[in-house]
């Protein structure tokens, strides 16, 4: 069963812009009690962190996305954001969103492809 589904991917022009929205399956309880986290995954590529919120609404990103990415959550719709602002080439990827608690994870959902042209 799949935990997330990931929305809002597509095709940019560098320097562009994306929201991407994650909405948790209602099989999962007490949503807001989660960490959560933002994941890509290029091709050929292992995939790697973007950046977390904790459920006290506190955000980390990678380095390389810092300045330019920024995660908020809704709990009563049980979704997380992504803003992505000023997206580059070497952000292309298939973004996915789950639980930071690796132990949580049961299945990975379809992801949200994200395309930046130059």
């Known amino acids: 069963q799949v935990q997330f589904v990931e929305f809002g991917g597509g095709l940019v022009q560098s320097g562009g812009s994306l929201r991407l929205s994650c909405v948790a399956s209602?099989?999962?309880?007490?949503?807001?009690?989660?960490?959560m986290g933002w994941y890509r995954q290029a091709p050929g590529k292992d995939r790697e962190y973007v950046g977390g919120?904790?459920?006290?609404?506190?955000?980390n990103y990678f380095e390389a996305v810092k300045s330019r990415f920024t995660i908020s959550r809704d709990n009563p719709d049980y979704t997380i954001y992504l803003q992505m602002n000023n997206l580059q080439p070497e952000d292309a990827a298939v973004y996915h969103c789950?639980?930071?608690?690796?132990?949580?994870?049961?299945?990975w959902g379809p992801g949200a492809q994200v395309t930046v042209s130059t």
């Open positions: 789950h639980f930071k608690n690796p132990y949580l994870r049961r299945t």
């Open positions: 209602a099989s999962i309880s007490n949503f807001e009690r989660y960490d």
């Open positions: 919120i904790t459920a006290s609404g506190a955000t």
